[in-house]
């Protein structure tokens, strides 16, 4: 497995500090830099409030690929039915460029009916309407030109200035409870990000999303396995544990999480990512 990140969005936000974690984690052989998002706090979106300090992800992802050279970047999640498709195409063609190719678009479609409707979007299509922008985004960067006739996307004769290093971008979706989400992680998915622990209901998911990825004609390993665990509790045998419960799925990528624990300085998080990596990483 691949072993990456989960960037502290709520306990970490000075740019010298962002640079110094960035840089650090890329140092001690982090593969992947993730983060989540929310534009628009809410109340009923609880921890993700207005009282809460959070970067925005894709200016935060051209920001480390300034400071890096190595590590890719991963959303996980962006809120995709929240944005506008080409827009969000565009700047994830834009970080792919800036950072050499290390690029992958990870998206999902929300769970916050206020969040949305602050974001001027109809809480209620966004699973029809992810699809449309998935297929488009593709598309775009693909191709210098083309016309494009969608429910909610109506383009002529038009294209990105800048065409991404990687043709396409990989797409991760995060999600999968109920059987509509998993059929189109399957059919649509180059990598699902799963979240909690590798427990048995995350082999059925598995199960469902390779059943979904043969009858979409697909391989049934076309779509990729993104594991999580957190760092924040246990030890490193309680890590060795999990990361090897990831491996036993078949997740090919395993991101650590040292967020949400009370650490307020950037060499503590580093600290914890050093341990797994050092007592961890090599008896998986």
Same mark, same amino acid.
């Given at each position: 497995m691949e072993y990456g990140i989960a960037f502290p969005s709520m306990d970490i936000t000075d740019p010298g500090a962002i640079r110094e974690f960035a840089q650090g984690a890329e140092a001690l052989g982090y593969k992947q830099l993730s983060t989540l998002e929310h534009t628009l706090g809410v109340r009923s979106s609880e921890p993700?409030?207005?009282?809460?300090?959070?970067?925005?992800?894709?200016?935060?992802?051209?920001?480390?690929?300034?400071?890096?050279?190595?590590?890719?970047?991963?959303?996980?999640?962006?809120?995709?039915?929240?944005?506008?498709?080409?827009?969000?195409?565009?700047?994830?063609?834009?970080?792919?460029?800036?950072?050499?190719?290390?690029?992958?678009?990870?998206?999902?479609?929300?769970?916050?009916?206020?969040?949305?409707?602050?974001?001027?979007?109809?809480?209620?299509?966004?699973?029809?309407?992810?699809?449309?922008?998935?297929? &488009? /985004?593709? =598309?775009?960067?693909? *191709?210098?030109?083309?016309? #494009?006739? @969608?429910?909610? +996307?109506?383009?002529?004769?038009?294209? &990105? /200035?800048? =065409?991404?290093?990687? *043709?396409?971008?990989?797409? #991760?979706? @995060?999600?999968? +409870?109920?059987?509509?989400?998993?059929?189109?992680?399957?059919?649509?998915?180059?990598?699902?990000?799963?979240?909690?622990?590798?427990?048995?209901?995350?082999?059925?998911?598995?199960?469902?999303?390779?059943?979904s990825s043969v009858a979409a004609g697909r391989d049934a390993d076309a779509v990729a396995i993104q594991g999580r665990t957190s760092l924040v509790t246990g030890s490193p045998e309680d890590w060795i544990e999990s990361a090897q419960g990831w491996q036993n799925l078949g997740a090919s990528h395993l991101v650590v999480n040292t967020g949400r624990g009370g650490l307020t300085e950037v060499g503590q998080h580093l600290e914890l990512a050093e341990r797994f990596m050092n007592d961890a990483a090599p008896k998986v």
């Open positions: 993700y409030s207005p009282d809460v300090t959070m970067h925005e992800p894709m200016v935060l992802f051209g920001f480390m690929a300034a400071v890096t050279k190595t590590i890719r970047f991963s959303n996980s999640i962006l809120i995709l039915p929240q944005r506008q498709a080409v827009l969000v195409a565009r700047q994830a063609a834009e970080i792919d460029v800036l950072s050499g190719g290390r690029m992958t678009l990870g998206i999902g479609i929300g769970s916050n009916a206020d969040e949305a409707a602050g974001m001027g979007t109809d809480y209620h299509t966004r699973g029809a309407r992810v699809e449309e922008q998935i297929e &488009l /985004m593709r =598309l775009l960067w693909t *191709q210098r030109e083309l016309s #494009f006739h @969608g429910k909610w +996307h109506d383009i002529v004769d038009g294209g &990105l /200035m800048l =065409l991404p290093v990687q *043709q396409p971008i990989p797409v #991760f979706m @995060g999600g999968g +409870h109920g059987p509509k989400p998993l059929e189109r992680i399957g059919r649509l998915a180059d990598g699902w990000i799963a979240l909690g622990s590798a427990g048995p209901n995350v082999s059925t998911q598995i199960v469902a999303i390779k059943e």
